[in-house]
Structure formats: C-alpha cells, structure tokens
C-alpha cells in the first residue's frame, strides 16, 4: 500500500498544482474522484491491465467513460497517466489530491462513531472542541455503531480517539491477560 502512495504523490503533488494555477481545486477534486471510482470497477481494472491494449486506447476510452464529466486537463492528465502506464494508481492519486486539498483549506473530515444518535448541539459542541484541539475546520459525520455500548470513536485523519466502553474493556481485558 505504501508503494502505491510513493507512486501516486509525484501525479498527486502535479495534479494539485495545477489545479491551485488554474483555481480549480474543487472540480479537479471531484473529477479525480470520479475517475477514481470508474478505475475501481472490475470490467475497467480489466482493461486497464490488458497488455492487449494500447495505453493510447485505454486512456481514451476512460475518458470516453466520464463523457463531459472531464474537462481538458484532466484529460490531458489521464493521458499523461496512461503514457507512463499509471492509470491503476488513479484511486490513490484522488485521496493524496484530497490531503493535500484539505490541508491548503485547512479542514479535516472527522468521523464520530457513537453508542446512541448525537443531538445537533452536541454534535456542534464536539466540532468546535476538535476545531480548537486540531487547529483546523473540522467537517464531522457521525454514524451509530451500538457495539461500542457507551461513549464515542473519533477519527481525523490518522488520530484516533476511542472513549468508548468497547473499547475501554479491551484495554482491561489486554491488561488482565498480561
């Protein structure tokens, strides 16, 4: 996985570049991740690793798939992409291109898992808390995971928080076994 995201940074570092030149961070964004998701369907990823196919033929026919969904430096990036034989990297290309946009706007997505439904006030309290501890915008969703028992599992980026009874009896569990 880390080979892949060594691969993918120099296309992810261009890629955003540009998108800062041309300021359009927000539709490179999303026209990475639509192809992204087009890369990962099965029937795709098989023509994509044919070698019967030309890498001209490949690139034009994921761009064929998005239709007017791309505009033209996308295109032209697809096919700088295929040229070097990289089109199977595109998944990883969109999620270091949405770190690196995340981290220009300064945001963070954070996802709150929690034993019960967080009220909208409890839920803006935990935001601004992590707003002010992380230094960043913070974009919360929050789902209800009922194995937890009690409490919450919160995660921004690579920090994870589990002030969860789960978790909490884990840790005993861990340390009377020992």
């Known amino acids: 996985m880390a ?3 060594t691969l993918a940074r120099p296309y992810a570092k261009a890629a955003f570049e540009f ?4 300021s359009a961070l927000d539709q490179w964004s999303s ?7 087009i890369v990962a369907d099965s029937k795709v990823a098989a023509l994509l690793a044919s070698p019967a196919q030309t890498t001209e033929y490949q690139a034009e026919q994921l761009i064929a798939v998005c239709g007017d969904e791309l505009g033209a430096g996308v295109q032209n990036f697809v096919r700088v992409l295929a040229e070097n034989k990289r089109l199977s990297l595109l998944p990883n290309v969109a999620v270091l291109f949405a770190e690196f946009k995340a981290n220009r ?8 898992d929690t034993a019960f439904a ?3 006030t409890v839920e803006k309290k935990l935001a601004a808390a992590l707003s002010k501890k992380l230094e960043r915008d913070v974009v919360v969703s929050s789902q209800v995971d009922e194995s937890l028992i009690g409490g919450v599992v919160i995660r921004a980026a690579d920090v994870v928080i589990d002030a969860s009874i789960r978790g909490r009896l884990d840790k005993l569990a861990k340390a009377m076994n020992s």
Request: without cysteine; proline residues 0%.
């Open 118 to 120: 967080l009220t909208a």
């Open 105 to 112: 706007e300064r945001s963070v997505d954070v996802s709150i």
């Open 19 to 22: 998108a800062v030149d041309a």
């Open 3 to 5: 080979e892949l995201s």
């Open 31 to 37: 026209q990475l991740n639509l192809l992204a998701a």
